[in-house]
Every structure is written in C-alpha cells, then in structure tokens.
C-alpha cells in the first residue's frame, strides 16, 4: 500500500514539476530583457533541459524503475534549475547581483519542498529543504563575492530596500524560514506515516481477526476506543439460531480423524456463508453444532425474518450436500435447525487473559432445547409459533402451507410451547412438505 502511494505522489509530483515549468517559460516569454540580442540567453536551454528530465523521470516512473538516487538527483536538479532562474535575474534586468536576493521566485522553494510530502517519505523533504537552504546560501555568498569592489552588505533596512545593497538578516530570515518548514512538513509527515502504519497493521488485523470472529465483531473490536473489559454488555433483541448435526458423536467413531475435520469442513463451508448473506454473525462452534446470531451483533429490525430466511438457505444447501456425499457413497449425517427471539445480552466474557464476545440469555437456551427437541417432532426445522409470527411481520414470507403444533412440553421449559414447523424431515426448504400436523 505505501509503495504504491510512494508511486503515485512521485506521478503527480512530476506533473506539478511539468506545470512549473509552463509557467516559468511563460514568464520569462513575457519578461523584458536588458541582454543585447546576440547574447547568449541560458534560461531557455535550462527549461529545455529541465523538460527532457521530467519526461525521462516520467518515463521511469510508469516502467516503475525509479530508484532512490533518481529521486534524489530530481530534487537536486529542481532546485538547481529554481536557484538558476534566480541568478539569471541580475542579468536580464542588467542589475548588480544582489538584486536577484530580492526576487520573490524564491517562494517556489516552499513548493517544491511541499510536493516531496507527496513521496510520503520525510527523508525526501529534508533533503529538499537542505538542498533549497544551501542553495540560497550560494547565491547570497555568490552575491557578496561579485560585488567585492563595491561591498554590497549593509545594515540599514531603508537603504537595503532602496538600493542593490545585502541586508544579511533578511537573508538570515529566509534560510531559517525554509529549514523551519521543512522541519514542520517532515515531522508531520513522519507522524502522518507512523499513524497511517498503523491504520493498516489494524486494517490487517482486524481481516485475520474476522477469520476466528465475525466481521462486524471484528471491526468492532479494533475500532474499540477503550480496553475491551469482561463483563460489558448490551441488551439486544435478537434471534438465535442453532445448527446441528444429528447423531454426530456416534456417526464420527466410524471416521478417521481426518475424515471427520474433511466433514465438519465441508459442512461449515456451506452454512457460514449462508448466515452471513442473510445478515446474521457467526457466534461461536460448537464441535458439530453452529450458534448464530442475527440483531445481536449489528442491531437491526428484521432479525427473525432473516433468521428464517438463513433456515430455508441451510436446509436446501445441506440436503443438496447429503445427496452428493451419499452419491459418492461417504457418511451423510443429518441435521437440524432451531430459531428463538428475545432479548439477549450481547458482550465479552471471560477475564482479561481471555475474552470473548458471545450472546447470552432465555432466547439462546431456548433455541438449544428447541433443536433437541426437533428430533422429538421428528421434523428438520423448528421455531416457536411466536417468534414465526414475528418473522412474517418482518416480512418473511412463504407460499407453503406451515404446520403448527400447539402445547408442546419441552424439557427444561417449564411451560406448554406453541411450536411452528419449518421444514419437516427429509424435505428441503424448496421440497414438498407433508400435510401441517393437527392442532393437540
């Protein structure tokens, strides 16, 4: 990522250094001239030549062969050619050569040290900043050793103002002005970078952070602007979903080990995503079994139906993975699904060696007695008659007929459930259901 920025700011330093250098040429087409008119004219062959470097620099930096001795002979020769212009004033103008001390061209030094910010690398403004402050020094002993016969030096502001003589602390003035910029500009950078470095080792973390949490808890947590502390929590209402394979433990002592991970992979790599697209998180594994939760996570107002939806999603992909396994003649176990609403505390757990962020509360017991209790129902998917009427007002929809099964005991809930069937066993959210079971 910096490499490419680097790249970029050094594009679009060399542009700025090709509109420079159209405006240069412009002034100095505009500009009188005291030379006789056979007199050799330098400017003109420096911006030729300046323009053939930025074109080569051009060249170089599209093929992305620019190396650091190029960008540094870059900065060199644009302040050389800026320190050249200067000089030449004295004799375009026909003047002493303090006179060109006073140029105001000498501002163009604060762009170019302002362009290398662009390179993204501090080093490179203080090189230009140094170079720029050497360079006016030259100038300014150029200018007082020229003039040796006529000591140009003086301490008189009116008569420096008024005249081709040197005032030494407005020079003074000016070097330390661009040493103090430059200063200012590479600190700022160096922080700038510092900080940006940061951002993406976060950004990096949090991507392989999603891989073990869910994306949105990951970004949650690296945008935590406190510590993360066991015991914070925040009352959602949610639903939670339970995912499980039937018979797990019995079916994997017939497997190898690795065919058992092989298993548990192809299965997880069939729902996580379909959770995910319905807008519900991963909340945690557990062995065959999946807890998601939907509203917890990222509050929203549809969590049942998207529950559901998430329901009919898993139950055709998984039917349509058993059919294929048991094509291919390998273990196909079943499976079964639950969903309950409620509210939840949605937070960390744990202390402060280990953290993690899970939902807790009735709506997530009952969901895991609810899918124990599938098996009961003999059906693949179930919810209660309340949290189905919530889904449809959410704007579930289906155009199969329900079934629904009132009065239900259900161990460890110490109350009659009405239960709704979602998918009865051996059908698919898209297959042909049997008939709704009689009212009890």
């Known amino acids: 990522m910096i490499a490419q920025e680097h790249k970029q700011g050094e594009l679009l330093i060399a542009w700025a250094q090709g509109a420079l250098l159209l405006i240069w040429s412009a002034l100095y087409a505009l500009a009188p001239r005291a030379l006789p008119s056979q007199a050799f004219e330098s400017?003109?062959?420096?911006?030729?030549?300046?323009?053939?470097?930025?074109?080569?620099?051009?060249?170089?930096?599209?093929?992305?062969?620019?190396?650091?001795?190029?960008?540094?002979?870059?900065?060199?020769?644009?302040?050389?050619?800026?320190?050249?212009?200067?000089?030449?004033?004295?004799?375009?103008?026909?003047?002493?050569?303090?006179?060109?001390?006073?140029?105001?061209?000498?501002?163009?030094?604060?762009?170019?040290?302002?362009?290398?910010?662009?390179?993204f690398e501090a080093r490179w403004v203080l090189l230009a900043g140094a170079v720029s402050a050497a360079g006016w020094g030259g100038l300014l002993l150029y200018a007082i050793v020229a003039q040796s016969d006529n000591p140009p030096v003086t301490h008189d502001y009116v008569h420096y103002m008024n005249s081709s003589s040197i005032l030494l602390g407005a020079e003074f003035d000016k070097i330390v002005s661009i040493l103090m910029v430059t200063a200012v500009l590479a600190l700022a950078l160096r922080r700038t970078r510092q900080l940006v470095l940061r951002c993406v080792v976060d950004h990096a973390a949090a991507n392989e952070l999603s891989r073990f949490v869910a994306r949105g808890l990951a970004q949650r947590i690296a945008r935590a602007e406190a510590p993360i502390e066991a015991g914070q929590a925040e009352l959602r209402s949610a639903a939670a979903l339970v995912i499980d394979l039937r018979d797990f433990t019995r079916t994997s002592r017939r497997l190898t080990p690795r065919e058992v991970m092989q298993l548990l992979g192809?299965?997880?790599?069939?729902?996580?995503?379909?959770?995910?697209?319905?807008?519900?998180?991963?909340?945690?594994?557990?062995?065959?079994?999946?807890?998601?939760?939907?509203?917890?996570?990222?509050?929203?107002?549809?969590?049942?139906?998207?529950?559901?939806?998430?329901?009919?999603?898993?139950?055709?992909?998984?039917?349509?993975?058993?059919?294929?396994?048991?094509?291919?003649?390998?273990?196909?176990?079943?499976?079964?699904?639950?969903?309950?609403?409620?509210?939840?505390?949605?937070?960390?757990?744990?202390?402060?060696?280990?953290?993690?962020?899970?939902?807790?509360?009735?709506?997530?017991?009952?969901g895991a007695r609810l899918e124990k209790h599938s098996k009961i129902e003999r059906v693949t998917a179930i919810t209660d008659s309340a949290t189905f009427e919530l889904a449809r007002s959410q704007g579930y929809a289906s155009t199969e007929r329900w079934g629904y099964r009132l009065g239900r005991e259900i161990a460890g809930v110490d109350y009659p459930v009405d239960l709704a069937v979602l998918i009865e066993a051996g059908r698919s959210s898209n297959g042909p259901r049997l008939p709704a079971a009689e009212t009890v």
């Open 43 to 119: 400017v003109p062959w420096t911006l030729a030549a300046y323009g053939a470097f930025i074109i080569v620099r051009l060249i170089l930096i599209y093929q992305n062969r620019l190396a650091d001795w190029h960008v540094a002979l870059s900065i060199i020769v644009d302040i050389g050619v800026l320190m050249l212009l200067i000089w030449s004033f004295h004799l375009q103008y026909g003047q002493p050569p303090a006179f060109y001390l006073k140029a105001p061209t000498l501002l163009y030094v604060f762009i170019f040290i302002a362009l290398r910010t662009l390179s």
């Open 266 to 366: 192809e299965y997880q790599r069939r729902v996580i995503p379909l959770v995910q697209r319905s807008g519900g998180f991963i909340d945690k594994f557990l062995g065959d079994g999946i807890l998601a939760s939907f509203g917890a996570v990222i509050v929203n107002e549809t969590y049942a139906a998207d529950a559901l939806r998430a329901v009919d999603a898993i139950a055709s992909e998984l039917e349509a993975w058993r059919a294929t396994r048991i094509e291919a003649g390998l273990v196909a176990p079943s499976f079964g699904l639950a969903v309950s609403t409620g509210d939840v505390l949605f937070g960390a757990v744990g202390d402060s060696t280990r953290l993690e962020y899970t939902i807790i509360g009735d709506a997530v017991n009952f």
